[in-house]
């Protein structure tokens, strides 16, 4: 089997899944918060990949060029980049929280709670806080 | 005025108390009350047009492909609604201004009760049916917000929870009959439906659309079986009680009835369901109504009980029938809200409603004595009162209706209701005012000021008008009846008369006025048999059935959904790749049909580092720092992998996002710890690994499967470089496709950008104002920090460059449109110039500099996006057209200017408003943790006196 650039990316996005999926599952906020960014990596490079690989001609209209590489995907692609920071920002704040807020960076909840609700007829269900005295 | 304007009135008036809020309690009501006004005066403006038999109507388009449509119409029915909602609207809005205390929220209330009246306006005047679904839906949320207003009763949250759950219950039933109704007819316009009687009571679906629209109907109505959460809604301020429970929303369930007459009444169906229900809905609600103690409780059940009797009328079919309902409805709308009005009164100035406690008022009381004894009366059937008339009419129809082939039936029970109903009023004034005076009420009774006592007395007046010249109003009647009608052909030709002679309605009536006097006489004798007979209570019911949901539903989630993170992931992972093996073998594989290109050594040095770093990554994972590096290595080559694969925008967005993620990952390594402990044994890490590769495997034969082979369709790309240049008017294709082509997706996109920006600085708000501060404060660092926190260095050297990196941010945005480039890009340049120097000088230091709040640059970068699609409706064109000229100012070069650019500037602002509000909420963090953050630009400053100088 020749060495081709297709082989090169494709096992790229393979390796950059495993080790995404195997941080994944981790059990710290952390690891998790790095393997989704892995993650991320790999969907990014594999949608732009179904633009098919063009070397050396830019989608950049010019009166000579004749071969372009496909717009499209790169277009879906650069907002995605944009919006996973904006989702890995999120999550690291939900993992920072969790942590400052517990001393724990553990993802998994330590036991299920199955009797969060306070009462027995669902009437009451939702009126957990007290909140005396109105605002 | 225009009916649009008529229903938009409310919703956009719906702004203004909360605005006024800080102006005072007059301010705010004042505002809202000159809403109503302008919306009735509105109103009023149709009325010649009206009574001329017109039908008003306005339309545009909104959703014609669904059918859905904004049309609007305004013929007798929808103009007595209408009005009956904005008049007892102002008057209630002036009696909730006295009745509300200092410490509620006026402007919360008042934002409420006009979304309800808007709301309320909108469905009594849609014409599309999907509309009026939608005002439906409206009413049901916020009557729930008004009903639970007094967040701290637990009464209020409950009982506005099982209101929501059975009218948001009865509005879901609705929407299919109308659903079912429209696809009978063929269109969503009422104007087309009632048109076509027969051709809807002949379709076989004619059955269930009834019974859906009757639930929807009979639950907004509080029709029996549905008929158990009006009195739990009371808990709410009793305006609310007023407005909504007497006076307009549960009548919407009425209207509704009247509305759709034309075309669902007259069968045998019809005329079972709702006379039925509404029969027994009057009796049960009449008897229920005589044993409560708390005078809403009573008030509440007698509203039942009367919403029954007019949905008993509607249900006999006949134009009499219709026309003594809709005299019913005005009837009951004046001297309910009334009394509804009176007894908030009484709670407000001796703090109880409970009737035990009462009595003798009459001589602390006299105005609101004078005012409750008129509408109780009129209640009651008193002649002389406009209760009289309508019940007198109801009886009337009662007895030429016949049900299940007994002719006594109906009479009998509709007289037992009458009885009844004349005792719990009788009783409501006997037990209230008359007996002596008592020295135990919670507070000394006084009557209030006018503001509290005009509105009611108002409608007062109005009971007694009717009452005596019931022929003021006839015509005005005789109007609504023929549109319920459809037709004035069939309009009865009786008149409203006190006397009747001696028909058999007038002895009925005597009957239950003597009946209901002799139940007040026997009242303590009833009471202990009433309460000693074991009843059904409907809350409990409604309780329980909500709990074997909610066991049901958690017995089913629970043991998918414990909490374990790792093992949704994983059932995740190994679901996903089973799917696709499954997909694999399945299907059916084509030939390669691309030639594959061969590796250059660059291209495989490139794919070395990626993959090393990756190796790296997993493998010294639990070292955070170093992980850290190699996910930056990561980034770095996927950016040149970018290049060399010919997306050069694509490389500059990658690698500048790199440089904010690294940075936001340090800040918040800052808290973390720096190790993950070693935990999971080897097993697990060798499954784990298992699943991994199974998935990357995956994940690798399918892109090589497809790099390898030519699309199925043809992409749609080729368009895209066509018309780049011809109809966006740039040369980067990339660039044009994200402000042009799919700039609508775009737009979404930066919003959603900035709503996650919002969220972290939402949570660090969380963070900062719970007990986490307190440990923030308290931290200790577990390293030992830098000595010098701003080195002058740095400080001296982001300084200088700041102005180029701006540069080049501005040179990278305007070239966007024909090269590499454009707002993404250009904005997390310039974000980096901007962090650069918080790096280097501090939090304090840099944000005591910053002039607009990052809020306020995200939301500047939306509204310039959307004013710039917004723009091209002014020239007609749809939602983000773009338009593109070129100019030349004499000593530059020819350039372009287009709207496209205007549109990439508020995508610029988003993402610099974005990445700076997420940067900054995670340094407020660390702020609050090293309290020894400097004013100063950097630590060691020459200019400064040594004296001052803190050591490095």
């Given at each position: 089997m020749m060495l081709s650039l297709e082989l090169l990316v494709a096992s790229a996005i393979g390796i950059l899944t495993a080790g995404g999926i195997y941080l994944l599952l981790r059990l710290r906020t952390f690891p998790v918060i790095m393997g989704v960014s892995l993650l991320t990596y790999a969907v990014n490079i594999f949608l732009f990949s179904s633009g098919r690989l063009t070397v050396g001609a830019p989608p950049i209209l010019n009166d000579s060029a004749t071969l372009y590489a496909d717009p499209l995907p790169q277009a879906l692609v650069l907002t995605a980049i944009v919006i996973s920071f904006g989702m890995t920002a999120v999550i690291v704040m939900m993992a920072l929280g969790s942590y400052l807020g517990n001393n724990t960076d553990l993802v998994n909840d330590p036991l299920v709670d199955d009797d969060d609700d306070d009462d027995a007829s669902v009437g009451n269900a939702g009126d957990v806080t007290p909140q005396e005295g109105r605002p | 005025m225009s009916l649009f304007l008529i229903v938009a009135l409310p919703f956009l008036g719906a702004l203004l108390p909360g605005l006024m809020n800080q102006a005072g309690r007059d301010a705010c009501s004042g505002v809202t009350f000159m809403v109503s006004l302008a919306a009735f005066i509105g109103l009023l403006t149709n009325l010649p047009s009206v009574l001329a038999g017109e039908v008003v109507t306005v339309g545009i388009d909104w959703m014609p492909l669904l059918g859905l449509n904004f049309t609007l119409m305004l013929d007798g029915l929808g103009f007595f609604f209408a009005f009956l909602i904005l008049g007892i609207g102002l008057l209630i809005i002036a009696y909730a201004r006295h009745y509300?205390?200092?410490?509620?929220n006026m402007g919360e209330f008042f934002t409420y009760l006009l979304l309800f009246q808007g709301a309320m306006v909108g469905i009594v005047l849609s014409d599309n049916i999907l509309l009026l679904l939608v005002f439906w839906e409206l009413t049901s949320l916020s009557s729930f917000l008004l009903i639970g207003y007094w967040k701290h009763l637990p009464e209020g949250r409950q009982g506005a929870r099982m209101a929501l759950a059975v009218t948001g219950m009865g509005g879901l039933a609705m929407i299919g009959g109308m659903l079912i109704l429209g696809q009978i007819v063929g269109s969503y316009e009422l104007s087309v439906i009632l048109q076509h009687r027969d051709l809807i009571q002949a379709d076989p679906l004619y059955v269930p659309a009834l019974l859906l629209i009757l639930l929807g109907a009979f639950t907004k109505s509080a029709q029996f079986p549905f008929h158990f959460w009006l009195p739990h809604a009371m808990a709410a301020p009793t305006p609310v009680s007023a407005y909504l429970h007497s006076a307009t929303m549960v009548k919407a369930g009425i209207f509704l009835m009247a509305r759709m007459w034309p075309v669902l009444s007259g069968t045998p169906e019809w005329f079972v369901l709702v006379t039925g229900a509404g029969l027994i809905t009057m009796v049960l609600g009449a008897v229920i109504a005589l044993f409560k103690h708390d005078l809403k409780s009573v008030l509440a059940f007698s509203t039942v009980s009367h919403l029954g009797l007019i949905t008993m009328l509607l249900g006999t079919g006949t134009a009499f029938g219709a026309f003594a309902a809709v005299f019913h409805i005005l009837n009951h709308a004046t001297f309910k809200a009334a009394l509804f009005m009176s007894a908030g009164i009484i709670d407000h100035e001796t703090?109880?409603?409970?009737i035990r406690r009462l009595g003798g008022l009459r001589h602390l009381m006299p105005i609101t004595a004078v005012i409750m004894t008129i509408a109780a009366l009129s209640m009651a059937g008193v002649p002389l009162l406009n209760g009289f008339l309508s019940k007198e009419m109801m009886l009337e129809e009662s007895t030429q209706t016949v049900m299940f082939n007994t002719w006594w039936l109906v009479p009998a029970l509709a007289t037992l209701a009458a009885l009844f109903s004349a005792g719990y009023s009788f009783r409501l004034i006997a037990h209230t005012f008359f007996g002596p005076k008592r020295d135990d009420y919670p507070a000394a009774p006084h009557d209030p000021g006018f503001g509290l006592w005009g509105p009611p007395a108002f409608l007062v007046v109005l009971v007694v008008t009717i009452g005596v010249a019931p022929f003021l109003v006839e015509d005005f009647v005789k109007i609504v009846t023929a549109s319920v009608l459809g037709t004035?052909?069939?309009?009865?030709h009786a008149y409203i008369k006190i006397w009747h002679g001696l028909v058999p309605a007038l002895y009925m009536s005597l009957a239950a006025v003597g009946g209901g006097v002799i139940l007040v006489i026997m009242h303590s004798v009833l009471q202990k048999i009433w309460d000693a007979t074991p009843r059904p209570e409907a809350k409990v019911i409604f309780d329980a059935t909500i709990s074997s949901f909610v066991s049901l539903a958690r017995s089913l989630i629970l043991p998918l959904h414990n909490g374990a993170f790792s093992r949704y992931a994983a059932i995740a992972a190994v679901t996903i790749i089973g799917a696709g093996y499954f997909a694999w073998i399945t299907g059916v594989q084509g030939a390669a049909t691309r030639a594959p290109q061969a590796a250059t050594p660059v291209a495989l040095a490139g794919w070395a580092m990626l993959v090393a770093a990756t190796f790296g990554l997993v493998f010294l994972h639990r070292n955070r720092l170093l992980a850290l590096i190699m996910m930056g290595i990561v980034g770095l080559m996927v950016s040149v992998g970018f290049v060399y694969f010919s997306a050069p925008d694509l490389a500059m967005t990658q690698f500048t996002v790199e440089a904010v993620t690294i940075i936001l990952l340090l800040l918040a390594l800052n808290f973390m710890p720096n190790r993950s402990p070693v935990e999971s044994t080897v097993l697990h890490r060798v499954r784990d690994a298992f699943v991994a590769v199974a998935g990357g495997f995956g994940a690798m034969a399918m892109a090589w499967h497809y790099l390898l082979r030519d699309a199925v369709a043809t992409p749609i790309s080729e368009f895209h470089l066509a018309n780049s240049y011809k109809g966006g008017g740039g040369t980067n294709v990339v660039n044009v496709i994200l402000v042009d082509f799919r700039g609508f997706d775009t737009y979404g996109e930066i919003i959603v950008l900035g709503i996650a920006a919002l969220l972290i600085y939402a949570l660090t708000e969380t963070l900062l104002n719970g007990p986490v501060r307190a440990r923030l404060l308290n931290r200790v660092p577990d390293q030992p920090r830098a000595g010098g926190m701003h080195p002058m260095m740095m400080v001296v050297l982001t300084r200088v460059i700041m102005p180029v990196v701006l540069m080049v941010g501005f040179y990278i945005f305007m070239r966007g449109h024909n090269e590499p480039g454009g707002g993404f890009i250009a904005g997390l340049i310039v974000s980096i110039a901007v962090v650069m120097q918080y790096m280097a000088s501090g939090f304090s230091w840099a944000s005591s500099r910053l002039r607009y709040p990052y809020h306020g640059v995200i939301g500047a970068g939306v509204l310039l996006a959307g004013l710039t699609g917004i723009g091209s409706w002014f020239v007609n064109k749809p939602f983000l057209t773009t338009d593109f000229t070129y100019v030349r100012i004499p000593p530059f070069e020819k350039f372009e200017l287009a709207t496209a650019a205007i549109f990439d500037l508020g995508v610029l602002l988003a993402v610099v408003g974005a990445v700076m509000l997420t940067l900054e909420s995670f340094s407020r963090l660390a702020r609050t943790a090293h309290t020894k953050d400097s004013v100063h630009p950097m630590d060691i400053d020459p200019s400064r006196q040594a004296s001052t100088e803190e050591g490095a």
């Open positions: - | 509300l205390s200092r410490d509620d703090h109880t409603r409970d004035t052909a069939e309009l009865p």
